[in-house]
């Protein structure tokens, strides 16, 4: 807001416009700068999209895996309870040891245990007593699949949104760059004209060959750091969907 305001200012006020077309600063060099601001006005949005997108994706991918996870964990306590003495089955099966906790590991750990219990009747013909038919496994397998691909959709919003935020920082970047010369320019330019630079939202300075910090890219009022997650969000990365929620 600060940015656009100066560059309006530069133009709109005469005695100004005057003067700095007299050092360089014509109309299309101060269009220059307007277009940077409609640059980074432009890609403060798209990033502001891509972050909500990344949400969305990220809300599906933890409701899909919560109701692929509790039918899979339900019919893993059933069945180690039935084949708790047949070790055979229990390998075949994959049911010792831990629960995977990635989102890649309860995919191939539970697509493993249906396409087994499908393809094995042997095994199948133990469980059918439970009234569970392979149309019911397949469809509990297709819970998993579906989980699958939400999270690879939030894995690549993911990616979007890192794209939109580089993009976002490097057109703030252009902006400030040429807002710092333009603003060096006008200090010299009205050094004797402290109102003016008032007009232009530039302090007037007594030495104004002293050295500038560096500057940052400022949080945006209507968006949070590029690098911090929504504050209830869950976890950005798909692999830390399932963490909380396997059970050893």
Do not use: C
């Not at 050092?23 to 432009?42: K, N, P, T, V």
């Not at 509790?70 to 069945?79: A, P, S």
């Not at 439970?130 to 699958?148: N, R, S």
């Amino acid at each position: 807001m600060a940015a656009i305001f100066t560059i309006e200012n530069s133009q709109q006020i005469e005695e100004i416009r005057i003067e700095l077309a007299n050092r360089g600063y014509d109309a299309i060099r101060i269009q220059e700068g307007a277009d940077l601001h409609i640059d980074f006005a432009s890609a403060i949005q798209a990033q502001i999209i891509a972050r909500q997108e990344q949400y969305t994706k990220t809300m599906r991918a933890l409701t899909a895996y919560n109701v692929a996870f509790n039918v899979y964990q339900g019919l893993v306590n059933l069945l180690r309870i039935t084949f708790e003495n047949e070790r055979d089955i229990m390998q075949e099966l994959g049911l010792f040891g831990k629960r995977e906790r990635s989102a890649s590991g309860f995919i191939t750990q539970s697509t493993f245990f249906y396409n087994t219990l499908l393809n094995k009747d042997r095994i199948y013909n133990r469980i059918a007593k439970f009234q569970i038919t392979k149309e019911m496994l397949q469809a509990d397998l297709e819970l998993v699949k579906d989980f699958e691909k939400a999270n690879r959709e939030q894995e690549d919003a993911k990616g979007l949104f890192g794209e939109a935020t580089d993009l976002r920082d490097k057109a703030y970047r252009k902006l400030r760059h040429w807002m710092r010369e333009f603003e060096k320019i006008n200090k010299i330019v009205f050094y004797d004209k402290p109102y003016l630079l008032e007009r232009l939202r530039f302090k007037a300075l007594t030495d104004i060959s002293r050295k500038e910090k560096p500057s940052t890219v400022p949080p945006d009022s209507q968006q949070p750091p590029a690098t911090a997650a929504p504050a209830t969000q869950v976890q950005s990365n798909p692999e830390s969907v399932t963490a909380n929620n396997h059970e050893s």
